[in-house]
């Protein structure tokens, strides 16, 4: 049995990310011990991925990537102009992620981060159809670039359009494209799936990323998530990719709200890397 690499994002610590403050974390990062460093893309041309990938390669460091999805990008708009210009940051995106060598852009590539308005069942078969559609050119260009795009359900207070992987699976198989498959993250399973192993097992082979967070949004490990059966699920769908720990800094005011972090969740930020990442050696080492 292989042992996953284990990786940081670079939201606990800085955001948004840039070439200074990736040239301060990355080799911190590494110090650590970790594998793999993720790098948000909050806006295209925040970081160089040239100068990124440069640094990483120097470091022995590989590198995930993150979409984020702002007010302005929206997938299931009905402004055909919005869809477009989401279209245009994906690409974008995923040309930054080509460039730096990481083989996924992970995140909730669908809808707005914290919004929210009720669905009935026509009403949500008419927005996964438009998802669909909008999805499938980026996985169709992500497989060309050899990005694998992953769709992340969210917890019901960010999203209410996909919160678990039963609705995600239903887009990946939608746009049926080996260039899509799912982030699933420990924080919104914990909310939203009565069993997260059983969650992992209903996507398979299609995790293509995975989210390491304590239910508090804090260092996984010493928490209330059932982890030795999330870890038998990831080695039974045959996942060999990064477990990134994922928290964020108060430090952005913007992400700090959207993600509710209204107080610290360590003594440190680097206590939940440092202390996450023995734990999560432990259980996939």
């Not at 928490?223 to 800094?249: C, K, M, N, R």
Request: aromatic letters at 6%.
């Amino acid at each position: 049995m292989g042992s996953n690499p284990i990786g940081a994002n670079t939201w606990i610590w800085v955001s948004p990310l840039t070439d200074e403050r990736l040239a301060a974390l990355a080799p911190r990062v590494r110090g650590f011990g970790f594998d793999v460093i993720e790098l948000p893309i909050e806006n295209l041309g925040d970081w160089d991925p040239g100068r990124a990938r440069e640094l990483l390669d120097g470091l022995g460091l590989h590198a995930t990537t993150c979409a984020v999805m702002s007010p302005d990008r929206d997938l299931v708009s009905d402004d055909r102009a919005v869809i477009e210009s989401t279209q245009a940051y994906i690409r974008g995106a995923t040309d930054m992620a080509a460039a730096i060598g990481a083989r996924s852009l992970a995140g909730p590539i669908y809808s707005p981060v914290g919004k929210t308005w009720p669905m009935d069942a026509k009403q949500r078969a008419v927005a996964i159809g438009r998802l669909v559609e909008s999805l499938r050119p980026l996985a169709d260009y992500a497989g060309e670039h050899g990005v694998t795009l992953a769709l992340e359900p969210l917890n019901r207070f960010e999203t209410s359009f996909i919160n678990t992987a039963e609705q995600v699976m239903e887009v990946v198989d939608g746009v049926d494209s080996p260039a899509l498959g799912v982030l699933l993250d420990t924080f919104h399973m914990n909310i939203e799936e009565h069993d997260p192993a059983a969650a992992i097992r209903a996507c398979g082979r299609h995790v293509a990323h995975f989210h390491a967070c304590g239910c508090d949004r804090g260092a996984p490990g010493a928490d209330q998530i059932p982890w030795p059966s999330i870890a038998a699920a990831l080695h039974t769908a045959g996942y060999e990719g990064p477990i990134v720990i994922e928290s964020f800094t108060i430090e952005n005011q913007a992400i700090a709200k959207a993600a509710a972090i209204w107080r610290p969740l360590a003594a440190t930020q680097d206590a939940i890397a440092t202390e996450g990442l023995t734990f999560l050696r432990g259980l996939f080492g």
